[in-house]
């Protein structure tokens, strides 16, 4: 669709998402529009048979395309919504932590990210299927990261202290897990101490967990974390570096099994799921379309 012509736009917004200090993002993008030919609607999450909410708009509505106002817990709820209904997604990153906007280059500034909802490009990307019954739109994992994001639910300080509080407290507790690990070359046995699903490279704290992780490629990447330091550990998860690759293995594949000797934590998309044995990953190419920016 050509930008100068009109758009019928629903906004998802998350009110408490982001923390304490609050943007009103209603306020911005109604300034946004105000004078302008697109039509917007507004929804607001309230937690309760949200789903239902926004299956009901969406049929009377009839938007062009839907954007989610919050972290990557609001993108993931649309995500599940729009999977093969060939509407876009479109990203305000709003959310503590905003792992798929910083992934497809979303900017953090308001304005930027409503240029993109209205002018952008459409790019259909890649979602994983977890144990047949859940999506993944960005990374999940079990082992220590997953239990970084247990602590970090249970955590009174939110932001980065709350965050780094977080990290020591899973180091200290940190176990090798035995896996095994199916994938489309076959089985292999392997010690780590956290083994990523990987649709993406970044987590939402900035840390290059898959450098070669592209979610338009038809594939996924299971990273075994085999080798850690505290240092090392803290530069990865909280900046942009990467892990050292002596450190790492990436494994490519469109399906995989992993089974964990003992129950391991496991999260998906920064949502802390309980402990495992067994996990099925499988991908889906090119199932939902998102708004991106201009090359």
């Known amino acids: 669709m050509q930008k100068d ?13 982001g923390g304490k200090e609050k943007t009103d993002w209603e306020e911005q993008i109604r300034k946004y529009f105000k004078n302008s030919i697109h039509a917007i609607e507004i929804f607001l999450l309230s937690g309760t048979n949200d789903t239902t909410s926004i299956l009901h708009y969406l049929e ?31 990203i305000i990153p709003a959310g503590s932590a ?6 497809l280059d979303i900017p953090s500034d308001i304005d930027k990210a409503l240029e993109i909802v209205v002018s952008g490009i459409e790019k259909s990307i890649d979602l994983i ?22 602590a970090f639910e249970k955590s009174e300080k939110r932001g980065m202290w709350g965050y780094g509080q977080a990290i020591f407290k899973a180091m200290w507790h940190k176990q090798k897990m035995y896996v095994t690990v199916t994938t489309d070359n076959g089985s292999f046995r392997r010690r780590a101490f ?20 592209d979610v338009a490629d038809g594939v996924f990447e299971i990273v075994l974390l085999r080798k850690i330091n505290l240092i090392e550990i803290m530069k990865a998860l909280l900046t942009d570096k990467s892990f ?3 450190r790492i293995e990436v494994l490519h594949t469109t399906k995989a099994e992993i089974k964990s000797l003992k129950r391991a934590y496991f999260q998906i998309d920064g949502e802390y ?15 939902l379309k998102m708004m ?3 090359p």
Do not use: W
Not at 5 to 17: D, R
Not at 65 to 85: M, S
Not at 98 to 103: P, Q
Not at 194 to 213: D, F, L, Q, S
């Open 5 to 17: 012509e009109a758009l019928k736009i629903l906004f998802v917004i998350n009110p408490i998402s």
């Open 60 to 90: 009377t509505v009839k938007p062009n395309r839907v954007v989610a106002v919050g972290g990557d817990g609001t993108v993931k709820l649309l995500a599940e919504i729009l999977v093969d209904k060939n509407l876009p997604l479109a």
């Open 98 to 103: 905003n792992g798929m906007a910083k992934e």
């Open 129 to 150: 299927c977890i144990n047949e019954k859940e999506l993944c739109i960005h990374l999940s994992d079990i082992g220590l990261n997953a239990m970084l994001v247990k």
């Open 194 to 213: 956290m083994v990523v699903i990987a649709n993406a490279r970044k987590y939402g704290t900035g840390g290059n967990i898959n450098p070669e992780g």
């Open 244 to 246: 050292h690759p002596k």
């Open 273 to 287: 799921k309980g402990k495992i044995n067994t996990i099925k990953a499988e991908i889906l190419p090119g199932v």
């Open 292 to 294: 991106l920016p201009q």
